[in-house]
């Protein structure tokens, strides 16, 4: 059964250094997430991608947000300097038309 | 008013019992509807769409009523793998498939 695959499944940062969350959807999938989830709370929609492009994003996606697809199979999402707060689960999802399958998640501590 | 509510719970109950969880949601352009499990420190795990007639997949089933904003899941025999984090989502029209996450219902199904 084709998965969304995300690495690495923990990374630990220091605040002010940047992260490269990585991701490989799944691959007749047209539309791309990130999300997050900070412990104990609910899944927060940051950002989706589609025809090689942001199509939304939320007020969590400021400018220290930023997200690629540098390949044909790899959809990345970099934070250029981390605060304290980004400390979450970060889960990539992808989907064909409706309902869309996530990722392990990167569990990201920033100390 | 929250996009998507739920009862946090939790919900305790004994192995062969029936639970229903309820969900309201507030935008009325709100397209698709789905419930999705989590597990504790993973990633959520598309459990069933919801449809207008009404759907039955096993011992789970789930109701939407679009006048009342209303989707509920009902999981009959419940078992002691049901323990989980059960989440309402919704989708909008138009807004390429972003997920709006409820904060969950937790289940703990004991012996």
């Known amino acids: 059964e084709p998965e969304v695959t995300q690495t690495p499944s923990h990374q630990v940062t220091q605040m002010g250094q940047e992260v490269i969350l990585r991701c490989v959807p799944i691959s007749n999938h047209l539309y791309f997430y990130w999300y997050r989830q900070i412990l104990g709370q609910k899944v927060e929609f940051l950002v989706s991608f589609y025809n090689n492009e942001i199509s939304e994003k939320s007020e969590i996606f400021d400018d220290q947000f930023s997200v690629e697809r540098p390949d044909g199979s790899n959809f990345t999402l970099k934070i250029r300097s981390t605060k304290l707060e980004d400390s979450a689960m970060y889960f990539c999802?992808?989907?064909?038309?409706?309902?869309?399958?996530f990722g392990q998640g990167t569990r990201l501590t920033v100390v | 008013r929250k996009e998507v509510e739920q009862d946090p719970g939790p919900f305790n109950v004994p192995e062969g019992a029936t639970v229903a969880f309820n969900c309201t949601y507030s935008?009325?352009?709100?397209?698709?509807f789905f419930w999705y499990r989590q597990d504790c420190r993973k990633e959520p795990k598309l459990l069933m769409s919801?449809?207008?007639s009404g759907n039955e997949d096993g011992r789970f089933t789930a109701q939407l009523n679009r006048a009342s904003q209303y989707i509920s899941l009902l999981i009959r025999d419940s078992k002691l793998s049901d323990s989980a984090t059960y989440l309402c989502v919704v989708t909008l029209s138009g807004g390429y498939n972003k997920l709006i996450f409820g904060a969950g219902t937790r289940l703990a199904v004991h012996p």
């Open positions: 999802a992808s989907s064909g038309t409706v309902s869309a399958f």
């Open positions: 935008n009325s352009a709100s397209q698709s």
């Open positions: 919801v449809y207008s």
